[in-house]
């Protein structure tokens, strides 16, 4: 049989959100290649567009919807283009591909329909197609995905969340929990290093849940850290809940993994944690915190933290505003509460206005850069190792690189390459960056004499 549908040969991918959908995107981009399409970064001259998109908050998806405005005047100049959304707007927007009769979108696909992707797009250039089933055994364990250029890969561990937190949509967006086998993670790391990657950050909704059925979290760090050539480990998020002592263990006690944990407090009232679902009290994370700091010298903490969810009145806004001051995370990463369909809130009254949000997160953000600043301002004249990632953003003469705490460090530019370690002298610090100066290496063969 003839195939009467066009030719299929050139891809625009766009990605939204979070180090998973960069992770799923890398996923993707290795199935296209490896069925012949190529991927470019011009959608003008593509076959297809696909948008890896975010339904984390509101916001995401509406600039996600904007994105797609663009692609329809794209697609009126070339009615051959086939649009396509992957990632977790698909289910929402699953009703407007049947629905819309001046239709934009000819391709929807869930998080769980990457391996097919040649063929869907192949089919949407002919007809409208919806791929958004949901497969509680699909990791891609198997995949080679073609990761970004650069000094770190996204290693997804596992995938799906089952902790159904009342305000968050990724249960329902991203399916049930299931972990990646070991052997296919470590494989990974490898060919990661044979690459040329100095660091891998193992990435999970709660990485730390990581169970394959034979390995824990704990054995994933553990094996990883015996990879030769790999210089650091990363992961994230973890969950406070599934911090057990056998993690903190492999943490604290393999030499590559970072002293670096991302712990998502949500909310410091009780009330509020029991109505999000959260399996914790403010006393039980505190605890985590205490485990993590004694074991780990110098780790350093980040957070999420929720403004404006329904029933958070001034009393438990304030009590997270002084978690904030009494735990003194490193950073923080502050949201105004977004209500989601499909959530156990979606349908419960909001209680706090949009400006009454705008204020609380005004206000933390404003307390958190202050702590963020005093934390920074203890490490001048410290000393600190650098993963040396390129030339700094803001001056090409800089080199800029991230400390084992993940905090971005930049120096003057003396050719150290990426993907080295550099020792560094801290000599100036703002709340977000810090600024080293090279240590003063002794000459081969000085001799220091000390009397
Ligand atoms: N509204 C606001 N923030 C949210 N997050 C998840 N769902 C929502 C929502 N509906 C935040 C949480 C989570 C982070 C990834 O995004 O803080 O830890
Ligand atoms: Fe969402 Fe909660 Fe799962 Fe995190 S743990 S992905 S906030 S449901």
């Known amino acids: 049989m003839l195939d009467s549908s066009p030719a299929m040969k050139r891809v625009f991918l766009e990605t939204y959100g979070c180090q998973m959908n960069v992770a799923d995107s890398e996923t993707m981009a290795g199935v296209l290649e490896k069925a012949g399409l190529t991927l470019t970064d011009r959608p003008e001259e593509a076959d297809a567009v696909v948008l890896n998109t975010c339904a984390i908050r509101e916001h995401a998806e509406q600039r996600v919807l904007g994105r797609l405005g663009e692609f329809a005047r794209l697609k009126q100049r070339n009615p051959r283009l086939v649009v396509g959304v992957a990632g977790c707007m698909a289910q929402h927007l699953r ?18 329909g990457y391996r097919r992707l040649p063929e869907l797009l192949q089919r949407a250039a002919r007809e409208p197609v919806a791929e958004i089933r949901l497969d509680r055994d699909e990791t891609y364990g198997d995949l080679e995905p073609k990761r970004e250029p650069g000094v770190r890969a996204w290693i997804t561990a596992q995938r799906g969340c ?11 967006t991203r ?3 299931r ?3 070991l052997e296919d993670l470590i494989r990974q790391v490898e060919g990661a290093v044979a690459s040329g990657y100095s660091e891998v950050v193992f990435l999970g909704q709660t990485v730390n849940s990581y169970h394959d059925r034979t390995h824990d979290f704990a054995d994933l760090l553990r094996a990883a ?3 030769a050539g790999l210089k650091r480990i990363r992961f994230t998020s973890p969950h406070p809940s599934d911090m057990s002592d056998r993690v903190i263990a492999a943490i604290a006690e393999c030499p590559r993994v970072c002293p670096q944990v991302h712990l998502p407090l949500q909310s410091a009232s009780d009330r509020i944690l029991e109505s999000m679902r959260r399996p914790y009290s403010f006393a039980e994370f505190t605890e985590v915190v205490r485990r993590l700091r004694s074991a780990i010298p110098e780790v350093a903490l980040s957070t999420d933290v929720i403004v404006g969810f329904p029933g958070e009145g001034e009393p438990e806004f304030q009590a997270t505003a002084s978690a904030l001051r009494e735990i003194r995370f490193d950073s923080a990463f502050l949201f105004k509460y977004s209500a989601r369909p499909d959530t156990r809130a979606w349908k419960w009254e909001e209680t706090v206005s949009e400006d009454e949000k705008g204020r609380r997160l005004a206000e933390l953000i404003e307390l958190q850069h202050g702590i963020s600043g005093e934390i920074h301002d203890a490490w001048l004249g410290r000393e600190v190792e650098a993963l040396v990632e390129g030339p700094a953003r803001r001056d090409p003469g800089q080199l800029f690189g991230r400390t084992a705490q993940f905090k971005a460090i930049v120096f003057a530019d003396d050719g150290t390459p990426a993907g080295a370690l550099k020792r560094l002298r801290v000599v100036g610090a703002t709340p977000v960056t810090l600024f080293g100066e090279p240590i003063a290496t002794r000459a081969p063969g000085a001799r220091v004499t000390i009397r």
């Open 225 to 227: 850290d015996r990879v």
């Open 175 to 177: 399916g049930r929990e």
């Open 95 to 112: 009703k407007r591909l049947l629905d819309s009769r001046s239709r934009v979108l000819d391709l929807v696909v869930g998080p769980d």
């Open 162 to 172: 089952d902790k159904f937190c009342s305000f968050c949509v990724v249960p329902y």
């Open 179 to 181: 972990s990646l086998p």
